[in-house]
């Protein structure tokens, strides 16, 4: 389960990413809206080689490891926002898996854009791969 209330150091950042993908997105440059949201997701990867929840998980810091597993639901959530124009049907596998109710999932653009918005106890759910790894050979 997820918990918000010993989260620090959260990306103070985000609403700077939203200005960018949303100035993009008005001048209709999708391509400029999608570095955004690569770059986005290359700052997640960072994070998670730099916090190493796996070895957090070993050494039972388990308020560190929620601060950090809460941080990435949360950033991913926000990336499922930014892909909806172009994933719909990937997006809403997305807000599944976070646990994010259909109706909660269509809240206005200003409202996804805070911060915070899954709820603390969160429990994400199992499912498959939504992007698998290609195998070299293929």
Known sequence: KLSRDNVVGHD???AKRWIHYTEWMKKYQLD????VVWIYIREMDTYI???????LAKKDDKIRLYA??????????????KLLPFMPETTQKIFEQLGIPHETSAR?????KQWGGLKAGTKINRAESLFPRLDAGS
């Open 108 to 112: 206005t653009h200003e409202q996804a």
């Open 12 to 14: 103070d950042g985000i």
């Open 32 to 35: 400029g809206a999608l570095d």
């Open 49 to 55: 080689d730099r916090e190493q929840p796996w070895q």
């Open 68 to 81: 950090v597993l809460y941080i990435l639901a949360e950033n991913l959530r926000h990336l499922g926002w």
